[in-house]
Nanobody, 121 residues
Framework: QVQLVESGGGLVQPGGSLRLSCAAS????????MGWYRQAPGNQRELVAI???????NYGEFVKGRLTISRDNTKNTVDLQMNSLKPEETAVYYC???????????????WGQGTQVTVSS
């Protein structure tokens, strides 16, 4: 199994910045991708940003250059720098990974417990 632990959520004023971090641990043979999703009350979970082991990135359409995802393959960590945050971005942010636990296993998806981000004055 792979465990994901998120940190860095909290309360921030509109226009402010926040940095989320996530560390993967456990039985990890390989990690294909790590990323972030978010879910606001009453909404579906949506992609924020994802980065592959080869450093290819994909961002949600709303990002518009305000968010940057980065990854440390040696430490199995992924960070999300969020700038110019808006109140409508208040949500629970979930760390996600697509990983293998052994050489002959399948690529499986794992989720963290989520960290609350609240954008409010």
């Amino acid at each position: 199994q792979v465990q994901l632990v998120e940190s860095g959520g909290g309360l921030v004023q509109p226009g402010g910045s926040l940095r989320l971090s996530c560390a993967a641990s456990g039985r990890i043979f390989g990690i294909y991708a790590m990323g972030w999703y978010r879910q606001a009350p009453g909404n579906q979970r949506e992609l924020v940003a994802i980065i592959t082991s080869g450093s290819s990135t994909n961002y949600g359409e709303f990002v518009k250059g305000r968010l940057t995802i980065s990854r440390d393959n040696t430490k199995n960590t992924v960070d999300l720098q969020m700038n110019s945050l808006k109140p409508e971005e208040t949500a629970v942010y979930y760390c996600n990974t697509v990983s293998k636990t052994d050489r002959y296993g399948t690529w499986d998806t794992y989720w963290g417990q989520g960290t609350q981000v609240t954008v409010s004055s």
